[in-house]
């Protein structure tokens, strides 16, 4: 089964409750929570305490997407605010102190291609990844057209024995999204299209029998 994130980046800011309710409803598997520093990618987003109060409210799992240059400074804030997991970019700061710092702190841990940079770039890594995050767009705003050469970038991770999760992110829609499964991709992040889509609950019943 292909999995959904939908990416609160794209939600409507003055009703946060009902998007994320929305979320959880539709019976996607995860939240996507982007985090952006206005230096790493050119745009701000959102901070820990948002992210506890969704997990106050809402049961749903919750995927820190850390588009920051430091990311390692705000790991912990996260993690006390509720992340399940945390993902962080391997062009960013201490990267490799980054991902033991989340493991230390018992959450699943990704790592994140620009789409530039090659996936050999994590080989060392791989190992204590739980998922890698292809981005399909560069970072920083929705609403971006896929960039498909990306998708390569999946079967270059299972020859190099990569087990875990393949996460991509940008550009992805109802009708675009076969391609990413055929690809190997078995979680789609989804902004725009989602929270546009008529009938949200039949996007991710679609995706999901991909």
């Known amino acids: ?23 959880e409803t539709s019976g996607a598997d995860e939240l996507h929570f982007d985090v952006m520093d206005g230096h790493f990618v050119p745009n701000l987003s959102f901070g ?11 049961s749903l799992f919750c995927d820190v997407h850390l588009m920051l240059t430091d990311p390692i400074n705000y ?8 992340a399940d997991h945390i993902t962080i970019h391997q062009e960013a700061n201490d990267f490799l102190p980054c991902i033991r710092k989340i493991k230390e702190l018992g959450l699943r841990v990704g790592a994140s291609l620009k789409p530039g940079t090659p996936a050999d770039t994590l080989r060392e890594v791989l190992p204590l990844l739980d998922r890698v995050l292809l981005m399909t767009v560069e970072p920083g705003f929705g609403g971006q ?21 393949i996460q991509a ?12 499964a055929k690809a190997g991709v078995n979680t789609l992040v989804m902004g725009t299209a989602f929270f546009t889509a008529d009938d949200p609950a039949a996007l991710v019943e679609k995706v999901h029998q991909l």
């Not at 498909?148 to 875990?164: N, P, Q, S, Y």
């Not at 992110?169 to 990413?180: C, K, M, S, V």
């Open 48 to 58: 820990p305490a948002l992210l506890k109060a969704v997990k106050k409210e809402f």
């Open 1 to 23: 089964m292909t999995k959904v994130a939908p990416s609160i980046l794209a939600a409507d800011l003055l009703r946060m409750q009902q998007s994320v309710s929305l979320i």
């Open 145 to 165: 057209s896929l960039m498909r050469d990306v998708l390569k970038k999946a079967a270059e991770l299972r020859l190099m024995g990569f087990h875990g999760d």
């Open 169 to 180: 992110d940008g550009g992805i829609n109802g009708d675009n999204a076969w391609e990413l």
């Open 75 to 82: 790991v912990e804030a996260f993690a006390k605010a509720g």
